[in-house]
């Protein structure tokens, strides 16, 4: 079965402080795919980005950046300089080859204050 | 080019009532999935279909939930005899095939009173 734990509930900030959000993930399968969502006050889930688990490099989309590492099967998101716009709640969510359902975390409220 | 859409945005109705959902997937887009996600919660997976293959139905709660779908199109999930543990909001999502990034719609919130 496959699991993801995002530890931290809420997170408060003030614009322009850097933010990372963590993401743990559990799964048997040696080939699976990581994601994050964005959830704004509006309820649509937008998507963020995916991975699969035979690339480790990390990436770097503006003020974004994820950290994906195997060893310790977690796949942090980090935003720089964050700005009041990036408040919402984030996902981290997990499929493997084979089940094709996302398994989602239980989500991260991120609030940036002015 | 056009999202997922889903109809109603918003469903009340009463305790022991069915109701049905609709989505519409992006279109050319073969697999199709519901998820449920309820008040402060992560998403729940429910249903998955992709093209003409058996759909997966391991996430579907009880024999109350079905969920059908014609060919690579609208699909529908019906709730039949409504309880209040089924108010939430159903959300639909799409993808080119499988493993691909799913785009959602912005949901149905059912309130069961």
């Known amino acids: 079965a496959q699991k993801v734990t995002q530890a931290q509930t809420e997170i408060s900030v003030v614009e322009k402080e850097d933010v990372t959000l963590d993401c743990v993930y559990e799964?048997?399968?040696?080939?699976?795919?990581l994601f994050w969502y964005k959830q704004p006050p509006s309820g649509e889930l937008v998507f963020l980005i995916r991975r699969n688990s035979f690339d480790e490099q990390n990436e770097i989309s503006g003020r974004y950046s994820w950290n994906f590492q195997k060893s310790t099967s977690s796949f942090n998101f980090t935003i720089t300089a964050s700005q009041v716009v990036d408040s919402a709640v984030y996902f981290c969510a997990l499929s493997v080859v084979g089940a094709q359902k996302l398994v989602f975390g239980q989500g991260t409220r991120l609030t940036i204050n002015p | 080019g056009a999202g997922v859409s889903q109809s109603p945005s918003n469903k009340v109705t009463e305790k022991g009532k069915d109701v049905e959902l609709r989505c519409d997937p992006i279109?050319?887009?073969?697999?199709l999935y519901w998820y449920r996600q309820r008040l402060g919660q992560g998403l729940e997976f429910l249903i998955y279909?992709?093209?003409?293959?058996?759909?997966?139905k391991s996430g579907l709660p009880s024999d109350r939930f079905s969920a059908e779908r014609t060919g690579e199109s609208v699909s529908t999930l019906t709730i039949q005899r409504t309880q209040q543990e089924d108010s939430a909001v159903y959300l639909c999502?799409?993808?080119?095939?499988?493993?691909?990034?799913?785009?959602f719609g912005d949901g149905t919130r059912l309130s069961i009173l």
């Open positions: 799964t048997r399968d040696t080939t699976y795919y």
């Open positions: 279109s050319g887009h073969t697999a």
């Open positions: 279909f992709q093209g003409n293959s058996a759909p997966d």
């Open positions: 999502a799409s993808s080119l095939s499988r493993n691909q990034p799913q785009h």
